[in-house]
T-cell receptor
Framework: DAMVIQNPRYQVTQFGKPVTLSCSQTLNHNVMYWYQQKSSQAPKLLFHYYDKDFNNEADTPDNFQSRRPNTSFCFLDIRSPGLGDTAMYLC????????????FGPGTRLTVL | GNSVTQMEGPVTLSEEAFLTINCTYTATGYPSLFWYVQYPGEGLQLLLKATKADDKGSNKGFEATYRKETTSFHLEKGSVQVSDSAVYFCALSDSYAGGTSYGKLTFGQGTILTVHP
């Protein structure tokens, strides 16, 4: 059974047109993470939530925002996508300590035209 | 800061060959170490992990031992299969629990493995 679900799996948008990606989890984990993964590269952490406590990475562009309305759901909003934002976006969850496994969703492949 | 270095890829092997993917790390404290695998078009999934020095993680015939003295966590498998073809990521989790680290992962650059019949 899927534990971390991402929708949509594929998204095509136009340059500058806002887009929202969603993530839901059935694990009741405290922490939810959003990663950006470009072709043939390692995932790059954008931000994460511990419950409702939002933690942004220092180099995450302001164009990227996130919302976590409840424990189960988290959203990634890209306000004005550029061509360079074409990537796979991965959501993950964990209980949030150094020994815990992160559980990843299947990802949303975003293409900006 | 923390960092993870993996061996250069891609790696191409014949079925039943022995696999080693090297991974070394730099960390200030006592990190947990992980190997994640990513199959084409999918998210990452945990392959194995070790949370303290000298621990050995193992799963599906893969093994890795946490070596603090050499700051390494090399992945090995005695006999690879075509179905093992994927990208393998070594990662570490920040060494202090709580605070603002929240289990953040630092990834290596990934190693593409292709296994031929």
């Amino acid at each position: 059974d899927a534990m971390v679900i991402q929708n949509p799996r594929y998204q095509v948008t136009q340059f500058g047109k806002p887009v929202t990606l969603s993530c839901s989890q059935t694990l009741n984990h405290n922490v939810m993470y959003w990663y950006q993964q470009k072709s043939s590269q390692a995932p790059k952490l954008l931000f994460h939530y511990y419950d409702k406590d939002f933690n942004n990475e220092a180099d995450t562009p302001d164009n990227f925002q996130s919302r976590r309305p409840n424990t189960s759901f988290c959203f990634l909003d890209i306000r004005s996508p550029g061509l360079g934002d074409t990537a796979m976006y991965l959501c993950a969850t964990s209980r949030g300590t150094r020994t815990d496994t992160q559980y990843f969703g299947p990802g949303t492949r975003l293409t900006v035209l | 800061g923390n960092s993870v270095t993996q061996m250069e890829g891609p790696v191409t092997l014949s079925e039943e060959a022995f696999l080693t993917i090297n991974c070394t790390y730099t960390a200030t404290g006592y990190p947990s170490l992980f190997w994640y695998v990513q199959y084409p078009g999918e998210g990452l999934q945990l392959l194995l992990k070790a949370t303290k020095a000298d621990d050995k993680g193992s799963n599906k015939g893969f093994e890795a031992t946490y070596r603090k003295e050499t700051t390494s966590f090399h992945l090995e498998k005695g006999s690879v299969q075509v179905s093992d073809s994927a990208v393998y990521f070594c990662a570490l989790s920040d060494s202090y629990a709580g605070g603002t680290s929240y289990g953040k992962l630092t990834f290596g650059q990934g190693t593409i493995l292709t296994v031929h019949p």
